[in-house]
């Protein structure tokens, strides 16, 4: 059965924001809601690195977790959305995601709430598959047309990877293969210490293979 | 940087002798220059970077070959962009690095189609194809379009067809500068914004008062643009024409029409109309051709063009005739073999193309049973010959591994066969693959093709036309399908690549400190260039302007440099009107050194003046970022809207102004022009900031 | 005795089902209020290569599109 997942490879993101804008263009979304957002970390030293996050489709979502009227459902695919006539707009989930991927319309110094909306993974909502009722609640049903989300349809370096979890996790792995992965890894040396080994390309001896392959 | 590579490559004997020796002409002077000049404590002083980077830099390159030079503006926005580039070619040229895949000085176009209009359009100083304004462009043009020379020539005012005319970068001055200074009769009346914003040019405080003194100012746009809201805007210090007629011309954009468009690797590709012109809005081509009658050579412009209805049943021409006049017209860089059905077809396979190569791999178009095998796609030029020739394009110049009919090359024959009693024709043995003549040549026209006995060779339909023409005029294509097809040479020539550049100010790159300068013992180590009296057209002034700001670091001591943002295109007004790109950025904003801001107060997100020599003042919010050192400042160019703190937004026309709205940095930045190219120098400037 | 009680829980069971009174879990059971996307969408919009229903080939359909996403098949 198919799990769907976003993988960001934090290595190619160029902050370029083309997932950002491609989500709002393709599910209306409106002003103040970000269902996507790259974030940056170092901004202008070496070792700046941009990823992009939205919702991540968690197996054992906090959102539902704590979601006092049980708007959350996980479809057979692993992706995690939400009924909009049940939610509450308390913003528990919002409080819960350590993403961030709830969003509530802002209006004012403490806000205005309203119904919680975000990613879907392009999958719609609990609405008929491509109904104008579905994308004007909750944006395109991309996966029910045999596509996957926009984001990572669009992104420029492929850093954005979606699909079935095994799927894109093989993808990355022999994208790791082809560059050269070992103490560059991402997050190897914030996870096994050796920190600066982590930080500086400059470091990284001259792949002998990578002439061959690409 | 150049010269600091360079310098550890002849040091070290990293240089490809065997190269140099078979394609390039004057390299020993640059070596000598280099070697004498441009050591390391030079090098630093210049450019910042110390010698142990820059040889770092020169090993990699070195070792890691072959590499590939990219910029944008970077290197062109200076009064030695020129030289920059130069330099960027002879390192390359020392590395062995052009003509080879993976290799090459390449220029990454800003815009959609910026490509294509340079090849085909708006140079002052040349006709399509970078045939120049020569008689003989003229007369070949002449030809082409079916119209008398005579009758353009008397067009034009005596001396002004083959005089270049003025740059976009200094229309203002066209407008302002006293009569008697000006290199033609009047001085600019009438300007038109074609699909050009007023923001992406210099001097905005003197662009106003050129504006308010114009008779005619037309703007063609999908958007009114800047132009709008800052012709209507009041200026205590800009005196209004009352005769000024403003017009706003609405023109579609490119989805509302089709035709063909050029990238940054030269391919063409066509694209297709997608909806219907909307609004008032009408093709550039129609409004051309409307224009055209109403000022009395619509006829003539429009002659070998197919009109077909347009918006609201107008006629406007066909667009697939506009490509064939093209490919009927610009032999020199090989615009003429990709006709509207060529590219057609690559469109409709793009699948068949490799994406490593942008070769085909075999492919039958299922409508014309076209074979697309060995085609690069979008027939990159130069694209030789007529299109029956089915040239493939040229994916890298100057690559004598290939043969030209494989879209291989060689170095041009541009600049004479001989300089300074050394031939510049390429080394005996230096050729294409399979070139027939294996030494060099100069380039082809009918009395070398006599010389050579291949001028049987031609059809007696091709030798009619092609007698006493070169290849770049003659109209058959002939020469340049005997020259190549039947003997696997190059049209224009085998030669060598010049190092030394004899009608360059600098022959050899040299390094001028920009007219505004944080550093007076640089200007006076590295002075700029004399003043001109007459330089396409108008006095353009260097050393009066640096001489005057020598110590302007006294009140401006941060560099101020501008440029791109991802979100934004060109002067913004189309892009800020876009919901999901201006919300990204909402703010014209500076981007600022910690240190910096915190010597001056000022706070993420503060409102910050920036004031310049101009005596201009705009305010920005504060960016605080480690992305640019202490010396240096950056705001991005695409706003407009706002003017030294002003709103703009009342002078929009009713419900056309974007959603964001900013500051213009170009309303602030200083007078500085490339010495060659007239480009403006907008990447170094300098500024103070102080928080509002 | 038996007939009230049968009469008492048939009561009971009436008032309780008026309740319609929703599961006190947190998450939610049963199955998912959004329609299954092998059921597809607008047929101008839905891709052709797969076959609508078919979870299977919906399933073999999306796995091919991703790996789109992957320069190493793309480029040989």
Known sequence: ?214 | MYKRQLYHIFKNGWEDQDYIDARVWGMDKVKEDVLAKWNPDAVKEVSGVDGDTTFAIAKMLHENKPGTIVWCMGQTQHTIGHAIVRASCILQLALGNVGKSGGGTNIYRGHDNVQGATDVGPNPDSLPGYYGVIDGAWKHYAAVWGVDYEWIKGRFAPGMMTKPGMTVSRWIDGVLTPNDMVDQGPNLRAHIFWGHAPNSQTRGLDMKKAMNKLDLLVVIDPYPSATAAMAAMPADDAPLNPNRAVYLLPATTQFETSGSVTASNRSLQWREKVIEPMFESRTDHMIMAQLADRLGFGKELVKNYKMVPGKGGMMEPETESILREINRAVWTIGYTGQSPERLKIHMRNMHVFDVKTLRARGGIDKETGYKLDGEYFGLPWPCYGTPELRHPGTANLYDTSLNVMEGGGNFRANFGVERDGQSLLAADGSCSKGADIQTGYPEFDSVLLKKLGWWNELTDAEKKAADGKNWKTDPSGGIIRVVMKNHSCHPFGNARARAVVWNFPDPIPQHREPLYSVRPDMVVKYPTYDDKKTFWRLPTLYKTVQDQNIDIVKKFPLILTSGRLVEYEGGGDETRSNPWLAELQQFAFVQVNPAVANDRNIREGDDVWVSTPTGARIKVRARITEAVDRSTVFIPFHFAGHWQGKDLRQYYPEGAAPIVLGEAVNTATTYGYDAVTMMQETKTTVCQLERA | MNRIAMILSALTLAALAGCSQKPQTLTQTGAPPSQDPWMGANPAFTEKDWKIGDKASWQRAIDRRAQDQNEYVRMR
């Open chain 1, 1 to 214: 059965m198919a799990r769907m997942k976003f993988i960001c490879d934090a290595e190619r993101c160029i902050n370029c924001n083309g997932c950002v804008t491609a989500c709002k263009n393709e599910n209306e979304v409106p002003w103040g809601v970000n269902r996507r957002r790259v974030v940056t970390m170092n901004e202008g030293v070496p070792g700046e690195k941009s990823i992009s996050v939205a919702c991540m489709h968690c197996s054992d979502a906090p959102c539902m977790a704590v979601c006092p009227v049980s708007c959350f459902y996980r479809t057979a695919e692993g992706v995690v959305l939400h009924d909009k006539d049940v939610c509450i707009g308390c913003g528990y989930c919002s409080y819960a995601c350590p993403f961030g991927a709830p969003q509530f319309p802002a209006n004012g110094e403490f806000g205005l709430r309203g119904k919680m909306d975000k990613c879907t993974f392009c999958a719609g909502g609990p609405a008929p598959n491509g109904s104008e009722e579905q994308f004007k609640e909750y944006g395109r049903d991309r996966l029910a047309e045999g596509k996957l989300p926009i984001c990572a349809e669009m992104c420029s370096t492929k850093a954005l990877l979606a699909g079935d979890g095994e799927v894109i996790a093989d993808i990355l792995r022999d994208r790791v293969l082809h560059r050269g992965g070992g103490a560059e890894l991402w997050g190897w040396g914030t996870a096994y210490g050796k920190a600066d080994a982590q930080s500086a390309p400059a470091a990284q001896p001259a792949p002998t293979t990578q002439g061959a392959s690409s």
